[in-house]
Each structure stands twice: as structure tokens, then as C-alpha cells.
T-cell receptor, first 113, second 113 residues
Framework: SQTIHQWPATLVQPVGSPLSLECTVEGTSNPNLYWYRQAAGRGLQLLFYSVGIGQISSEVPQNLSASRPQDRQFILSSKKLLLSDSGFYLC????????????FGPGTRLTVT | EDQVTQSPEALRLQEGESSSLNCSYTVSGLRGLFWYRQDPGKGPEFLFTLYSAGEEKEKERLKATLTKKESFLHITAPKPEDSATYLCAVQALSGGSNYKLTFGKGTLLTVNP
């Protein structure tokens, strides 16, 4: 079974500072990877997904970006954080040929001050 | 556009008081409907996948059912440890190999002893 790691677990950053959140997956190969943001009262919002190394699809226009430098590594970045970027960021993984369910990491709580 | 609506937003039960959570959806061809449980400050935990109308799945005190327009999560004789937010999500056939999920906002279930 696959295990998803995310770090850091919590982060407090000032407005205008850069951001880098990392997600790594163990126990699978060539997974689809996803970044979600969960804000209070808004449910899970899909931000980016990747079906392979270097392949990134963006779902929501914003000041965030994503990269996939290795098969099981997914990074979420920003050059300048906004207050509205605060939230709970979740990474998820799915393995092709499975029964299509996504498995989630433990999340990163980001507070922009 | 795929849409998922969950009701009620919050549900408070006494221990042993059975009830149901609703998930209504519109999707252009359903590949699967997924139920997750999320505890505060943690990533969602996968519970069930349902693929076709009439299908049912059970796990301990939980039973999920599916029709062409909605899914129910039945909770029988709940215990305080069943308290969590329950999330419903749909995956469309039109998504191809991206396996994206569209989530509802969730139902916050509180079970009092």
C-alpha cells in the first residue's frame, strides 16, 4: 500500500514571502498526483494534478505553481503569498490500474499573516 | 460541470441513534462515487467506492448506497468515535486517465455519548 508524506506539517508565513510545500509518495510507481486546498466552509478545491514527471495541469488560476521533478515527488510553490492562500493543503495519489480511489497525505496547515 | 451537494451540513446524534447522510450529484457519466472520512486536522481517509446504481457497500456501522442521482451513507447505532466530517466525491468518465475528483463540502457528524 502507498504512503504519502507531506512537509512541513504547519507553516506560518508573512504576506509576500515565498512558499514551497513538498509531497512524496512511497509504495507505488508512476502515480497520478494531486494538490488540493481546503478552506473553511469551501470543501476540497483541486489546484493541480500531474499524470507524470514534468506534466502539470492547473485547475484554478492563482499565484501558485506546481512541479513534479521526480516520479513520486510533487511540489507546490508560490513566489509571493497572499492572505487568501491560507488553508489546509493536501496531497493525494492514485495508481493507475487500481480501483481509482485517491489516497491523501496528512496535510500542511498554512497561515499567511 | 460536475457538482456534488451534501446534506445536512451538520448532524448531531445521540449514541445509538441511526441516521443517514445524503450526497446528490450531477456528472457527465459516472466512473465512481467515493466516500471519505476526515478527522480534524488530518487528511481524508478513504471509506468506499460505488460504481453503479443499486450497489451497496458496508464497513462496520457504515453502509453506502448509490442511485443514479444520489448516494446515502447510513450510520447504524453510531458511537462517539464515528464523529468526523464525511466527504462525498464523484469521478467522471470524461476525465479519462486524470481520475480527478469533485468533492462536496461535507457533513460534520457529531455523536454524543
Amino acid at each position: 500500500s502507498q504512503t504519502i508524506h507531506q512537509w512541513p506539517a504547519t507553516l506560518v508565513q508573512p504576506v509576500g514571502s515565498p512558499l514551497s510545500l513538498e509531497c512524496t509518495v512511497e509504495g507505488t510507481s508512476n502515480p497520478n498526483l494531486y494538490w488540493y486546498r481546503q478552506a473553511a466552509g469551501r470543501g476540497l478545491q483541486l489546484l493541480f494534478y500531474s499524470v507524470g514527471i514534468g506534466q502539470i495541469s492547473s485547475e484554478v488560476p492563482q499565484n501558485l505553481s506546481a512541479s513534479r521533478p521526480q516520479d513520486r515527488q510533487f511540489i507546490l510553490s508560490s513566489k509571493k503569498l497572499l492572505l487568501s492562500d491560507s488553508g489546509f493543503y493536501l496531497c493525494a495519489s492514485i495508481t493507475s490500474g487500481s480501483s481509482y480511489e485517491q489516497y491523501f497525505g496528512p496535510g500542511t496547515r498554512l497561515t499567511v499573516t | 460541470e460536475d457538482q456534488v451537494t451534501q446534506s445536512p451540513e451538520a448532524l448531531r446524534l445521540q449514541e445509538g441513534e441511526s441516521s443517514s447522510l445524503n450526497c446528490s450529484y450531477t456528472v457527465s457519466g459516472l466512473r465512481g462515487l467515493f466516500w471519505y472520512r476526515q478527522d480534524p486536522g488530518k487528511g481524508p481517509e478513504f471509506l468506499f467506492t460505488l460504481y453503479s446504481a443499486g450497489e451497496e457497500k458496508e464497513k462496520e456501522r457504515l453502509k453506502a448506497t448509490l442511485t443514479k442521482k444520489e448516494s446515502f451513507l447510513h450510520i447504524t447505532a453510531p458511537k462517539p468515535e464515528d464523529s468526523a466530517t464525511y466527504l462525498c466525491a464523484v469521478q467522471a468518465l470524461s476525465g479519462g486517465s486524470n481520475y480527478k475528483l469533485t468533492f462536496g463540502k461535507g457533513t460534520l457528524l457529531t455523536v454524543n455519548p
